[in-house]
C-alpha cells in the first residue's frame, strides 16, 4: 500500500471503532478490543490520545461526531487537575490533544481555561535548582527529569501566547536547555531519565527507564526527542532547538536501517531479541516530517515515509476486522517484554499517515 491507501484504510478502521468507543478513554487492547480507563485511571498519561485521533478524523471527515466524542473525553479529564497527588509531567499530553484542540477549533473560553491552567500546574512543577520540569510525585521521584516532558513543553508555549506571558516560555526553554546539556551523549543518542540533586542542581545519575539498561537507547525515548525538539524550534525560532532535533533524528535513522526501517524497544537490545516498539516509529516519522517543513531537506520527509510504510507493512493488523487497533506490536518498556497495542502508536501513526498524504499528494 502506498499512503494515501493507508490513510484512507485507517478512516475506515477509526471510524468502526469510534462508534464502538465513542468517548471513552482506551489505553490498550484485550483480544482486539480498546479498554476504557474513565473509571479506574482517569488521570493516566495517554487518556488524551483517542480525543487526539478524533479530532484528526473532524479535520479530515468533517463530520462533528467526532468533535462531540472529543470533548466528552475531555469532561472526563477535567477531574484530574484536582488531584495534586496524581498529577505529574504529562500534563501536556493530556491537555493538548483534548482542551487545547477543542479551543483551536471552536474558541470555547471554558476548553481555554481548563487548558491554561494545566499549563499552570505543570508550570509549577519547574525546579528552580535543578532548571527542570520534575517528572513525579513522592519522595522516590526527588530530582527525576524525563525526556518525554519534551513533548509536554508545547502546552507551555501555548499558554505564553494566550497570556501574552513569557513565564510559560521561559520555563519550557530552560527545561529544554538543561535536557540538551545533561540527556545528549556524543552519538547523537538520549538517556530517558535523569537525577539531578535538588539542592545544588547538580547531575546525578541517569537511569535505563523503560529502555534495555543503563546507558542504552529507549527507541521511544529518541523518538520524543526528536518530536519534542523539532516543536521546540517551531514555537522559539532558536536554532539549537533544530541542530539537536535533526541530531537525533540522523541517529534514529542510522539504527532505523539497520533492521529495514522496523523499530525494536532499543537500539542497544541484544540482536536476536525482537522486542519492538511500532510507536517509537510512528513518533519519530512525526518529528522527521516536522523537521521537513521547517528545512525543506527532503531526506526527513523520505525517512519518515520508509518508517510509517514498515510499520504499515509489518505491524498493522489490516486484515482482522475484529482487531480495533491501527497497529499492534508496541511496547511499554523493555523490562515487561510484551508486545501491546497502544492507543498512542495509532495516534502518532495516524497523524503521520495523515501528515504525509497531505505533503506527497
Given at each position: ?6 490513510k484512507e484504510r485507517s478512516i ?289 520527509l523520505k525517512e519518515a515515509e520508509?518508517l510509517i510504510l514498515a510499520t ?50
Open positions: 500500500m502506498n499512503i494515501h491507501d493507508i475506515d478502521k477509526i471510524a468502526k471503532t469510534a462508534s464502538c468507543l465513542k468517548d471513552a478513554l482506551p489505553y490498550i487492547t484485550q483480544d482486539g478490543k480498546y479498554n476504557d480507563e474513565s473509571k479506574d485511571r482517569p488521570f493516566w498519561w495517554t487518556n488524551s490520545f483517542w480525543a487526539g485521533i478524533l479530532w484528526q478524523m473532524y479535520d479530515v471527515t468533517g463530520d462533528k461526531v467526532y468533535a462531540d466524542y472529543a470533548i466528552g473525553c475531555e469532561k472526563k479529564l477535567e477531574k484530574v487537575m484536582y488531584e495534586y497527588e496524581k498529577d505529574d509531567h504529562d500534563l501536556g499530553f493530556l491537555w493538548l490533544l483534548s482542551g487545547v484542540e477543542h479551543f483551536e477549533h471552536f474558541k470555547g473560553e471554558k476548553a481555554k481555561n481548563d487548558a491554561l491552567l494545566a499549563a499552570s500546574i505543570l508550570a509549577s512543577r519547574y525546579d528552580l535548582t535543578a532548571k527542570v520540569i520534575r517528572a513525579w510525585n513522592g519522595e522516590g521521584a526527588k530530582g527525576l527529569a524525563i525526556i518525554d516532558c519534551m513533548m509536554n513543553l508545547p502546552l507551555l508555549y501555548w499558554a505564553s501566547e494566550q497570556e501574552k506571558d513569557a513565564r510559560f516560555k521561559k520555563i519550557a526553554m530552560s527545561h529544554a536547555d538543561s535536557v540538551i546539556k545533561n540527556f545528549f551523549r556524543d552519538n547523537g543518542s538520549v538517556c530517558h531519565i535523569v537525577k539531578f540533586d535538588t539542592e545544588t542542581g547538580e547531575r546525578l545519575e541517569d537511569l535505563g527507564g523503560q529502555g534495555y539498561k543503563q546507558g542504552s537507547s529507549w527507541t521511544r525515548g529518541q523518538g520524543w526527542a526528536i518530536y519534542g525538539f523539532i516543536q521546540s524550534y517551531q514555537w522559539t525560532k532558536e536554532q539549537r532547538y533544530l541542530d539537536t532535533a535533526k541530531k537525533v533524528a540522523d541517529y534514529f535513522i542510522g539504527e532505523a536501517k539497520k533492521n529495514d526501517y522496523k523499530v525494536k524497544c532499543d537500539f542497544c537490545q541484544p540482536e536476536n531479541d525482537n522486542l519492538y516498539d511500532s510507536s517509537a516509529a510512528s513518533i519519530a516519522a512525526c518529528g522527521m516530517i516536522e523537521i521537513y517543513k521547517e528545512t525543506g531537506e527532503k531526506k526527513y520508509n504499515s507493512e509489518n505491524f498493522c493488523p489490516w486484515d482482522n476486522e475484529k482487531d480495533m487497533a491501527l497497529v499492534n506490536f508496541g511496547s511499554e518498556s523493555f523490562e515487561k517484554h510484551e508486545h501491546l497495542a497502544l492507543i498512542y502508536g495509532d495516534y502518532y501513526f495516524f497523524h503521520a499517515v495523515c501528515e504525509l498524504d497531505d505533503i506527497l499528494n
